[in-house]
């Protein structure tokens, strides 16, 4: 049982490339989300989907892109990388009833230097 | 100020310990709060959802006070492998589309 796949696991950028984050789910939710993790900062919503087709900011979007494919992917990009954007991102999804648990990827550690 | 606020802690606490945690929230439309757990470079996980009637599962509990907008998570008897970071969750409605906000997360350490 996969749950939520993210890819790659590990990638390190130099400063201006760009990269484009895989999440898949195979759960069927509606619901799927882009955190980023920091040292003291906890997880950070970037930007999340109530559904196939919709995407709203969360509260750090700048510098990323994210794409709906289906109600199966929601892909994260950068499109410019910069150091700053060095963290370890993590994919969620859940349904998008109240009180149902939201379900992590690994997370992707990326390093830009 | 941050929509979920969280104790970052260390606590370090002797194995045998009881051990409390408090969240406050300042989104008064949040509708359903949550504990998670994150153990060392791994992803979270759900530990247990938060009810207003307050939820037990064995040696945790759980509350939830919205007058005063916090959740609260009590571990009894604590064991060496509860150490982990335990994140606070608030879902919050936002024209009907579920938001989840993390705190920080607190980090606990059992001695043996």
């Known amino acids: 049982n996969a749950g939520v796949t993210q890819t790659p696991k590990f990638q390190v950028l130099k400063t201006g490339q760009s990269m484009t984050l895989q999440c898949a789910q195979d759960m069927n939710h509606n619901s799927m989300y882009w955190y980023r993790q920091d040292p003291g900062m906890g997880l950070r919503l970037i930007y999340y989907?109530?559904?196939?087709?919709?995407?709203d900011k969360g509260e750090v979007p700048n510098g990323y892109n994210v794409s709906r494919l289906n109600k199966r992917e929601f892909s994260l990009r950068l499109e410019s990388a910069a150091p700053s954007q060095t963290s370890v991102y993590f994919c969620?999804?859940?349904?998008?009833?109240?009180?149902?648990?939201?379900?992590f990827g690994q997370g992707t550690r990326l390093t830009v230097v | 100020r941050k929509e979920v606020e969280q104790d970052p802690g260390p606590f370090n606490v002797p194995e045998g310990a009881t051990v409390a945690f408090n969240c406050t929230y300042s989104n008064s439309a949040s509708q359903s709060f949550f504990w998670y757990r994150q153990d060392c470079r791994k992803e979270p996980k759900l530990l247990m959802s938060?009810?207003?009637s307050g939820n037990e599962d064995g040696r945790f509990t759980a509350q939830l006070n919205r007058a005063s907008q916090y959740i609260s998570l009590l571990i009894r008897d604590s064991k060496l492998s509860d150490s982990a970071t335990y994140l606070c969750v608030a879902s919050g409605s936002n024209f009907g589309n579920e938001k989840l906000t993390f705190g920080t997360g607190t980090r606990l350490t059992i001695i043996p």
């Open positions: 938060v009810y207003s």
């Open positions: 989907s109530a559904s196939e087709g919709t995407t």
């Open positions: 969620a999804s859940s349904e998008r009833d109240r009180n149902t648990e939201a379900f």
